[in-house]
Structure formats: C-alpha cells, structure tokens
C-alpha cells in the first residue's frame, strides 16, 4: 500500500525560505515519477515540479524555477521541495503525488498521479 506523508510547512515571511519533504512507503521509490503540487484557497490544484524515475529530469512550473529545487533522497525514501525566495502567491497546500506506474514518464497532468498525501500548509506573509 503506498502512503505519501508531507511535512515542513508554516509560516515565513516574503523573501524567506522552507523545505517541503514527503516521506513514501511502497514500491521501490526511485522508480517513480514523484511531484509537488500546490493549491491555493478558492483556485484550482496546480503543479509545481516533479522528479523523473531515477533523478534523471526535473521539471517546474514558471512560476516556481529557479526559486524551488525539486530532490530525492533513495536511503530516506523522501522527496523534498526547497522553496527560496518565498512570495505571498506561493501561500497554499503543498501536496505530494506518485504515478502508479514505474515505467511511466515525468509528467505536469494532475490526473496523471495516482498517490497523494494529506498535504502540508504554506503561508507567506507580505
């Protein structure tokens, strides 16, 4: 049974920074895509970067690139989403989401991952 479990949310001012980590169990997890999405109150879910099978690929949202850093740690069996240079736009619930399938390819379709965990909140005051 596979559980994704988030974590390091909060509370920081604009300009600071968080680190996101999610935690799974089930399946051999460098096998799997992994990705981050976000979802803001009354907005759509939204991706924010995700993790190619065996760290191969990153991919990011606009957005986000080159203030997020997406990574994976085999021996901890976690994922983790550096967040920098923090903005009031990026205040939401932090998910972590799997694809089902090992062979499958990084992807940015939210109904393309199969697993999600609980979510984890971030705000960022102004």
């Known amino acids: 049974q596979v559980q994704l479990v988030e974590s390091g949310g909060g509370l920081v001012q604009a300009g600071g920074s968080l680190r996101l980590s999610c935690v799974a169990s089930?399946?051999?997890?460098?096998?799997?895509?992994m990705g981050w999405f976000r979802q803001a109150p009354g907005k759509e879910r939204e991706f924010v970067a995700a993790i190619s099978r065996n760290d191969i690929s990153t991919a990011y949202a606009d957005s986000v690139k080159g203030r997020f850093t997406i990574s994976r740690d085999k021996e901890k069996n976690t994922v983790y989403l550096q967040m920098n240079s923090l903005e009031p736009e990026d205040t939401g619930v932090y998910f972590c989401?799997?694809?089902?399938?090992?062979?499958?390819?990084?992807?940015?379709?939210?109904?393309?991952?199969?697993?999600w965990g609980q979510g984890t909140q971030v705000t960022v005051s102004s």
């Open positions: 989401a799997r694809r089902s399938n090992a062979y499958y390819s990084i992807s940015r379709r939210i109904y393309e991952y199969t697993y």
């Open positions: 089930g399946g051999t997890f460098n096998l799997y895509v």
